[in-house]
């Protein structure tokens, strides 16, 4: 059973869809700006920062935040101009469902200062923003976490370990406004209340490696990623 296998999988198992639903998915055997990616370099933050092949068989990209102090690297789907796709519901509206995979790796040491996510916000950029992995600056120095933009957080009881330790993160909604369910990993599942300000919107998807003030190098493996959301019509069943 590969990713999107296992995605289709667990989410009829938790009930989300009862038809199938649309798929988004990538396996990163292009990068971030380039011609067949379905990413775009959002944001050189400090005018660094870089997304790189490694050669990984099946494809990984390598989120690097460089060496320099207060940089780091966002990448978002879709193209450099024009409207944004979305990929989630608005979290924050009633019957909103959805299901999140997302394969990775933290391949440097974390510091205090370390972020490394994958983020949920409206294609505007402005307002709240759901973030999902490992914040060292606001959140926790030795747990994955998920955070939104109105300092709700909770944490998860899994730890990064060492470097390069490959990780999972399942995330999903029931139709229940502002109700999040998530895990990393194979941990019990865990819920987080999505806080204010409300989202109003639906969602775009954006990875980010950032070293907060620090000179540390952060390096964030991405493998692969699939979204699951609604359809526009009802199939029928097989």
Known sequence: MDY?????ARAQALGIFTTPPTIFEDNFQN???????QFQILTQIGAAGAVTGTG?????????????ASKG????????????????PDPSAAGSYWYLLWVFAIASTPDAKTVTTLNLQKPSVSGNELFFGFDAQFASTTKFMVEDNGTSIVLS?????AAGTWHYLEAWQLGTAN??????????????PVSSPAF?????????????STATQVLLDVDHVVVLMPSRVALPAL
């Open 4 to 8: 999107r296998a296992f995605a289709l």
């Open 31 to 37: 990068v971030p700006g380039d011609a067949g990616s």
């Open 56 to 68: 990984a068989p099946g494809g990984v990209i390598r989120l690097d935040s460089t060496a320099a």
């Open 73 to 88: 690297i966002l990448a978002q789907v879709g193209k450099a101009t024009g409207t944004k796709p979305t990929v989630v």
């Open 157 to 161: 009881t899994v730890a990064p370990g």
């Open 179 to 192: 109700q999040v369910f998530f895990r990393f990993d194979n941990e019990p599942t865990l819920t987080f």
């Open 200 to 212: 109003g919107a639906p969602l775009c998807l954006q990875l980010e490696s950032a070293n907060g």
